[in-house]
């Protein structure tokens, strides 16, 4: 089990007279929903869906009562997560890939309906499943990208052209002619039939079966093989159009008749309707039939029909206003509670978790579920032979709700949560007075830990090392090979030909011990912040340790910044730093990082002297605010620092320009107060080209 179980309502510290800090939980709740967005994009989620709406709808709401607390970029104005940097390149869209706004019940659809009064809307299935960007010249497929973060994706398209619902040319038609330009939106799905074969077979092979059509999905359009991509039984359904020239529909529905003339699919779940109330049906309707569809879906998608109509309404920085989503609630179902244990995670968090009755809930069969902490098991009241409900929307962990306790005969069992870390031995305990968490102090050497933290290291977000599986990690850590992380990249081949995993039975060693040796002197030139993710600091995940990089440049200069300029940094904020410095000041760490650079691991940011633009902006100070169009706040600051700039992280006499995007706020009327220019995405653009000449 991972350390990182949910635990959707982050309070906060209480101050003296019981009551929350509102910007402390401000920071807990936007890095609390970025570190789960980390996971659902580029690993596995351990939350629900529902969970993590609920993170966000308690962002929004703190936002409204307390807008002063937004003090750097949002997640709640945020598309996704960026793009990675490996192993697919980056390609913009030509017309930005947005996500949609989430309704959760009758009222809220009643409201938005309200507001957004149309003649004909279309209801269209909500597939869970990885969204796709086709781009279409002249008929011919150029690239296939990921969503990314709505500015730029990346390229699959390899991985694409495997795909038969795919089609590598357009074929036009007498009422629709093929357009020189089209943008073509969808989602790359597994069937439920589908992916029920795919892991009977994945299960007879002795192979690891995955956690719902997703994950299989989306990991399959991330393969940097395209034979693996083709192995899988992926399907295309489209859904929306982005950039066009030569084609100039009135509707959607008009826009999808071409779409499947041309040759793609198009949902024949897809109705049209032509009033508030018919959408109101068909809301209920999909919900009683949500298992009638092949694929796995969690809601209903309504759109205004008219592209002009859309047009007028517009959009957010990450959302059209034209269209919303119905989430359905999550599916729950009754279970027998068979044994409650517990596991460890990579930060020493124990987490006690059920093991049920294999049951069927949300399109795949469970047998664990999450009771995240000793305070919420006891909560909840738990007893061993309980029948308990439990709740999955066909995420990766479903979770107790709790008992049902007119179903108890007298032999239902206390549970009583264990004073001892089950890997180690060691005590556990809270970390402070009042924390609902409990943890094993016993963090550089207990088994459970260490194993969690050589598979992370390992992973896509952090060094990428293909051959250091869970299994081999467990070997390495009972063979003694590894005491803890800071010997991996000194490991020889006589050193692995003491472990199992990465040796023949004649003791010699086998192609994934080469493999291995070849991953780890790969791995040492990787980019800082996969450096800096591997290294499990709490809080950091990949958007947090790619900030950092950007802004301190090393190791060295992470290490000896203070917890206030690692506030001031854009997307890091107090809680992260305060997290960094806490880490940096324990003395295995340290050695850890040393043992890392001794080895050759790179320890600062590396930048080719060729690739650096013009330096256009040495000297100048400038703040960016608001919501772009073509920069992520994140990318804006880059683009500041490699001309030579300082990218600041608020407004002061010291400033030269504030760039303003859309709802700039607090820090564009200080701009104003204290005479400091004020530029545009275009004057930006100047700016970053020319320097401050360019805009004066």
Same mark, same amino acid.
């Given at each position: 089990?991972?350390?990182?179980?949910?635990?959707?309502?982050?309070?906060?510290?209480?101050?003296?007279?019981?009551?929350?800090?509102?910007?402390?939980?401000?920071?807990?709740?936007?890095?609390?929903? @970025?570190?789960?967005?980390?996971?659902?994009?580029?690993?596995?989620?351990?939350?629900?869906?529902?969970?993590?709406?609920?993170?966000?709808?308690?962002?929004?709401?703190?936002?409204?009562?307390?807008?002063?607390?937004?003090?750097?970029?949002?997640?709640?104005?945020?598309?996704?997560?960026?793009?990675?940097?490996?192993?697919?390149?980056?390609?913009?869209?030509?017309?930005?890939?947005?996500?949609?706004?989430?309704?959760?019940?009758?009222?809220?659809?009643?409201?938005?309906?309200?507001?957004?009064?149309?003649?004909?809307?279309?209801?269209?299935?909500?597939?869970?499943?990885?969204?796709?960007?086709?781009?279409?010249?002249?008929?011919?497929?150029?690239?296939?990208?990921? @969503?990314?973060?709505?500015?730029?994706?990346?390229?699959?398209?390899?991985?694409?052209?495997?795909?038969?619902?795919?089609?590598?040319?357009?074929?036009?038609?007498?009422?629709?002619?093929?357009?020189? $330009?089209?943008?073509?939106?969808?989602?790359?799905?597994?069937? *439920?039939?589908?992916?029920?074969?795919?892991?009977?077979?994945?299960?007879?092979?002795?192979?690891?079966?995955?956690?719902?059509?997703?994950?299989?999905?989306?990991?399959?359009?991330?393969?940097?093989?395209?034979?693996?991509?083709?192995?899988?039984?992926?399907?295309?359904?489209?859904?929306?159009?982005?950039?066009?020239?030569?084609?100039?529909?009135?509707?959607?529905?008009?826009?999808?008749?071409?779409?499947?003339?041309?040759?793609?699919?198009?949902?024949?779940?897809?109705?049209?309707?032509?009033?508030?109330?018919?959408?109101?049906?068909?809301?209920?309707?999909?919900?009683?039939?949500?298992?009638?569809?092949?694929?796995?879906?969690?809601?209903?998608?309504?759109?205004?029909?008219?592209?002009?109509?859309?047009?007028?309404?517009?959009?957010?920085?990450?959302?059209?206003?034209?269209?919303?989503?119905?989430?359905?609630?999550?599916?729950?179902?009754?279970?027998?509670?068979?044994?409650?244990?517990?596991?460890?995670?990579?930060?020493?968090?124990?987490?006690?978790?059920?093991?049920?009755?294999?049951?069927?809930?949300?399109?795949?069969? $469970?047998?664990?579920?999450?009771?995240?902490?000793?305070?919420?098991?006891?909560?909840?009241?738990?007893?061993?032979?309980?029948?308990?409900?439990?709740?999955?929307?066909?995420?990766? !962990?479903?979770?107790?709700?709790?008992?049902?306790?007119?179903?108890? =005969?007298?032999?239902?069992?206390?549970?009583?949560?264990?004073?001892?870390?089950?890997?180690?031995?060691?005590?556990?305990?809270?970390?402070?007075?009042?924390?609902?968490?409990?943890?094993?102090?016993?963090?550089?050497?207990?088994?459970?830990?260490?194993?969690?933290?050589?598979?992370?290291?390992?992973?896509?977000?952090?060094?990428?090392?293909?051959?250091?599986?869970?299994?081999?990690?467990?070997?390495?850590?009972?063979?003694? *090979?590894?005491?803890?992380?800071?010997?991996?990249?000194?490991?020889?081949?006589? !050193?692995?030909?003491?472990?199992?995993?990465?040796?023949?039975?004649?003791?010699?060693?086998?192609?994934?011990?080469?493999?291995?040796?070849?991953?780890?002197?790969?791995?040492?030139?990787?980019?800082?912040?996969? *450096?800096?993710?591997?290294?499990?600091?709490?809080? $950091?995940?990949?958007?947090?340790?790619?900030?950092?990089?950007?802004?301190?440049?090393?190791?060295?200069?992470? =290490?000896?910044?203070?917890?206030?300029?690692?506030?001031?940094?854009?997307?890091?904020?107090?809680?992260?730093?305060?997290?960094?410095?806490?880490?940096?000041?324990?003395?295995?760490?340290?050695?850890?990082?040393?043992?890392?650079?001794?080895?050759?691991?790179?320890?600062?940011?590396?930048?080719?002297?060729?690739?650096?633009?013009?330096?256009?902006?040495?000297?100048?100070?400038?703040? $960016?605010?608001?919501?772009?169009?073509?920069?992520?706040?994140?990318?804006?600051?880059?683009?500041?620092?490699?001309?030579?700039?300082?990218?600041?992280?608020?407004?002061?006499?010291?400033?030269?320009?504030?760039?303003?995007?859309?709802?700039?706020?607090?820090?564009?009327?200080?701009?104003?107060?204290?005479?400091?220019?004020?530029?545009?995405?275009?004057?930006?653009?100047?700016?970053?080209?020319?320097?401050?000449?360019?805009?004066?």
């Amino acid at each position: 089990m991972s350390e990182n179980q949910p635990n959707p309502s982050p309070a906060g510290t209480a101050s003296a007279n019981g009551t929350i800090d509102p910007a402390e939980r401000w920071a807990t709740l936007a890095a609390e929903i @970025r570190h789960h967005r980390d996971l659902y994009y580029y690993r596995d989620p351990v939350i629900t869906d529902a969970e993590f709406d609920q993170l966000l709808r308690d962002l929004q709401e703190l936002e409204a009562e307390h807008p002063e607390v937004v003090t750097g970029p949002s997640p709640t104005t945020e598309v996704a997560q960026p793009p990675m940097n490996s192993p697919f390149r980056n390609i913009a869209h030509r017309e930005r890939m947005l996500s949609l706004d989430n309704v959760f019940d009758g009222s809220e659809l009643k409201e938005w309906l309200d507001r957004t009064p149309s003649a004909t809307y279309l209801t269209e299935l909500k597939i869970d499943g990885a969204s796709i960007d086709l781009l279409y010249l002249d008929g011919r497929l150029d690239t296939a990208l990921t @969503r990314g973060d709505g500015v730029t994706g990346e390229d699959i398209t390899h991985n694409a052209r495997t795909i038969s619902d795919i089609p590598d040319r357009l074929t036009g038609t007498e009422e629709f002619p093929v357009p020189a $330009v089209i943008e073509i939106r969808g989602e790359i799905f597994i069937t *439920v039939e589908d992916f029920a074969t795919m892991n009977a077979d994945r299960q007879a092979e002795g192979k690891k079966m995955f956690a719902n059509p997703r994950n299989a999905a989306a990991g399959a359009m991330r393969q940097k093989n395209p034979a693996e991509t083709a192995k899988r039984p992926l399907r295309l359904i489209c859904h929306g159009i982005g950039a066009h020239e030569g084609f100039d529909p009135t509707s959607l529905h008009d826009a999808y008749r071409a779409i499947e003339a041309w040759g793609l699919p198009v949902s024949p779940y897809t109705t049209q309707v032509h009033s508030a109330d018919e959408v109101i049906a068909r809301v209920g309707y999909w919900g009683e039939h949500r298992h009638a569809a092949a694929h796995e879906m969690d809601g209903l998608v309504i759109k205004v029909d008219s592209l002009a109509e859309q047009l007028d309404l517009g959009e957010t920085s990450r959302a059209p206003r034209w269209a919303i989503a119905y989430k359905y609630p999550p599916e729950e179902a009754m279970t027998t509670v068979e044994s409650i244990r517990i596991g460890m995670g990579r930060t020493g968090r124990a987490t006690p978790f059920a093991v049920m009755s294999p049951t069927y809930v949300a399109g795949s069969t $469970v047998s664990m579920a999450t009771l995240h902490n000793p305070t919420e098991a006891h909560r909840k009241g738990i007893r061993l032979g309980d029948r308990a409900m439990i709740r999955k929307a066909g995420e990766v !962990i479903p979770e107790v709700l709790g008992p049902v306790e007119e179903a108890r =005969d007298g032999s239902e069992r206390e549970f009583v949560f264990s004073s001892v870390c089950p890997e180690c031995g060691t005590p556990l305990s809270p970390t402070k007075e009042g924390d609902a968490d409990w943890r094993c102090p016993n963090t550089r050497y207990c088994p459970g830990q260490l194993q969690n933290r050589l598979t992370y290291l390992a992973g896509r977000g952090a060094f990428d090392i293909d051959a250091l599986g869970e299994r081999a990690a467990h070997d390495l850590i009972i063979s003694g *090979v590894l005491p803890d992380e800071g010997a991996l990249f000194s490991l020889t081949p006589e !050193i692995l030909a003491t472990t199992s995993a990465y040796t023949t039975k004649a003791g010699k060693l086998n192609r994934p011990g080469e493999v291995l040796l070849e991953n780890l002197e790969e791995s040492k030139q990787v980019d800082l912040w996969r *450096v800096i993710t591997a290294l499990s600091i709490r809080h $950091v995940g990949p958007t947090a340790a790619k900030a950092l990089a950007a802004s301190l440049q090393s190791i060295p200069a992470i =290490d000896e910044a203070s917890v206030e300029e690692m506030a001031e940094i854009d997307g890091v904020g107090g809680i992260i730093a305060q997290s960094v410095k806490d880490w940096f000041a324990v003395d295995w760490h340290r050695e850890i990082v040393d043992a890392w650079a001794d080895a050759g691991v790179r320890m600062e940011q590396f930048v080719e002297v060729s690739d650096l633009p013009e330096q256009t902006l040495a000297g100048v100070t400038v703040v $960016v605010t608001g919501s772009l169009e073509n920069y992520d706040r994140l990318s804006a600051k880059e683009a500041v620092e490699s001309r030579g700039g300082k990218a600041a992280g608020s407004v002061s006499k010291k400033t030269d320009f504030l760039v303003a995007g859309e709802k700039a706020g607090s820090k564009l009327t200080r701009a104003e107060e204290l005479g400091v220019p004020v530029l545009d995405e275009a004057g930006f653009g100047r700016l970053l080209a020319g320097g401050p000449d360019a805009v004066r």
